[in-house]
């Protein structure tokens, strides 16, 4: 959702989960004051409420592409 306001169609579509499950997560995050909502016309576009955030996860990304190859090569999470 950094790249700007999605529907939850289209959150759906961008995650593969459910639709039941989105908009469960949604409403939790819009209780918590990490996303806000505006509708336009019969639709509700949820965004990330902070630019904090969406730098934040911008760096969690960031994070996990540096470290996801360290974490393939260990030993402890290698199946047996």
């Keep these: 959702m950094t790249e700007g306001p999605l529907v939850v169609h289209e959150i759906v579509k961008r995650t593969g989960l459910s639709q039941p499950n989105v908009s469960n997560h949604l409403r939790c995050l819009l209780d918590c004051g990490l996303v806000a909502s505006d509708r336009d ?11 904090r955030i969406a730098a ?3 760096d969690v990304d960031a994070l996990l592409d540096v470290v996801a190859e360290g974490v393939g090569a260990c030993d402890n999470y290698r199946e047996a």
């Design 56 to 58: 934040l996860l911008n």
């Design 41 to 51: 016309g019969r639709f509700i576009r949820y965004r990330i409420s902070s630019p």
